[in-house]
């Protein structure tokens, strides 16, 4: 399986609820970064938590990572529509390249 | 400043044929590395360059697939001998010294093979 795998699939929330996204490695890493991709098209990063760090959040972002367990999540509180995305983790466990998961299926209910 | 720029945006061609796509880094970003992601699909990893370094090829699929990094900024992906299956989006991204740190993306090439 994929050094970084995210959990679920695809979710489906009303507009207004948190939305939850999980994401498991296999290898020791540097860090782990979430991205987001509208369409089909670039990515944008949101947030980069480093291994020493266990909590950090950027506005309705919130990230944790729990090395222990080597698994990270992804909150955005308060969905809005414009939050419909797919979410991807990513990892750097040679500490050479990114290596992206299959990513998480967004979407916001109006 | 100007983020990372791909083109085409968009590439429709007949299968058998080479494509040749382009990506512009962010100006003074010393890795860059090319993606491709398939309908519904994460990103699959092709190659990666770090400043004067030998590339990492180790992602390519074939080697109908290859690329260059000229004068350690733009850079090229060529595809010879096209087949439907190479029919995908194509990502750029650059990043600052460091691998492995946060990655910029350009908006990709959608590249439909006939």
């Known amino acids: 399986s994929q050094q970084g795998e995210e959990d679920p699939q695809a979710l489906s929330i009303q507009e207004g609820e948190n939305a939850t996204m999980n994401c498991s490695y296999k290898?020791?890493?540097?860090?782990l970064q979430w991205y987001r991709q509208n369409s089909g098209r670039g990515l944008v990063h949101l947030i980069l938590i480093r291994s020493n760090e266990r909590e950090k959040h950027s506005g309705r972002l919130r990230v944790t990572l729990d090395t222990s367990k080597k698994s990270s999540s992804l909150l955005i509180t308060a969905s809005r529509a414009a939050d419909t995305a797919s979410y991807f983790c990513a990892t750097d466990p040679l500490a050479q390249k990114l290596v992206f998961g299959q990513g998480t299926r967004l979407t916001i209910n109006p | 400043g100007a983020g990372v720029s791909q083109s085409p945006s968009n590439k429709v061609t007949e299968k058998g044929k080479d494509v040749e796509l382009r990506c512009d880094p962010i100006s003074g970003h010393t890795a860059l590395y090319w993606y491709r992601q398939s309908l519904g699909q994460g990103l699959e990893f092709l190659i990666y360059f770090q400043g004067n370094s030998a590339p990492d090829k180790s992602g390519l699929p074939s080697d109908r697939f290859s690329a260059e990094r000229t004068g350690g900024s733009v850079s090229t992906l060529t595809i010879q001998r096209t087949q439907q299956e190479d029919s995908a989006v194509y990502l750029c991204?650059?990043?600052?010294?460091?691998?492995?740190?946060?990655?910029?993306f350009g908006p990709g090439t959608r590249l439909l093979v006939l």
């Open positions: 991204a650059s990043s600052p010294i460091i691998a492995g740190e946060t990655q910029y």
């Open positions: 290898t020791s890493i540097n860090n």
